[in-house]
């Protein structure tokens, strides 16, 4: 349970008098896999690109001769010739700064903190930083994940929109735009409040004939939630 005094003031000022179905505070920014992943594939990488620093540039640190081909022509670097090997060696130097890079990212994402995350009956406001972002609940596509457990667990909510992403031997793929809500109590409770407050904002319905409706914009819905039991949970 969280205290009213430390939610950030800027994400109380932009829920300014709505109703409130739920607020928490995720632990993490990034799902623990994502995180993992991207820092396994770093050290894959960086000893990948390891491999070549020692067969190739190894020699040159204990004072001897490299021989490699440069277009099919033999080509001999050393202590005292470097030049032949400067070209290899920047790519050699790129590709571990590429794998270093990766682990850096991948420790980021893996220590860095999640932020606030507010629901309303009509959007879902996040908070992390000073950086607000609201999402109205018919931008969501009613697609959730959940992992976990009540005690910690994670909710990935899949947008409507996203994005076409080219593969190399296949054609290309649809990915939509995704909302993580990692590590948080109750996560049950709170994906079912999510899928509520999707399904009653659907811009679309169909009805009994199989037609699909549009809703009408103006419509209003009151909030289920009762006044007297209080109108936000805190996590």
């Known amino acids: 349970m969280y205290k009213e005094q430390i939610i950030p003031a800027e994400l109380l000022r932009v ?15 990034q799902p623990l896999k ?20 020692v067969v190739f540039l190894g020699p040159l640190f204990v004072g001897e001769e490299v021989h490699f081909l440069t277009n099919d022509v033999p080509t001999v670097a050393g202590p005292g010739n470097l030049g032949p090997i400067i070209a290899p060696a920047l790519i050699i130097g790129l590709f571990e700064i590429i794998g270093i890079g990766m682990i850096a990212w991948g420790i980021v994402l893996l220590t860095k903190k999640g932020g606030w995350f507010a629901g309303t009956p009509t959007r879902l406001v996040s908070c992390q930083g000073n950086n607000i972002r609201s999402i109205d609940w018919e931008q969501f596509s ?3 994940g959940i992992s ?4 910690k ?4 909510l899949q947008l409507r929109s996203g994005r076409m992403v080219s593969r190399k031997n296949g054609p290309d793929q649809y990915v939509p735009d995704t909302v993580y809500i990692s590590a948080i109590p109750e996560v049950f409770k709170i994906e079912k409040l999510c899928r509520m407050r999707i399904k009653e904002n659907d811009p679309t319905s169909v009805n009994d004939t199989g037609k699909v409706e549009i809703e009408e914009p103006e419509e209003t819905r009151p909030a289920p939630l009762s006044r007297e039991t209080g109108d936000m949970k805190v996590f």
């Open 153 to 156: 667990g994670n909710l990935t």
């Open 148 to 151: 976990g457990n009540d005690k």
């Open 142 to 144: 009613g697609d959730i």
């Open 34 to 53: 994502a995180s993992l992943g991207i820092l396994f594939f770093g050290i894959v990488w960086l000893l990948f690109s390891s491999i070549f620093v």
């Open 15 to 29: 829920l300014g008098s709505e109703t409130r179905d739920f607020m928490v505070k995720a632990g993490r920014a």
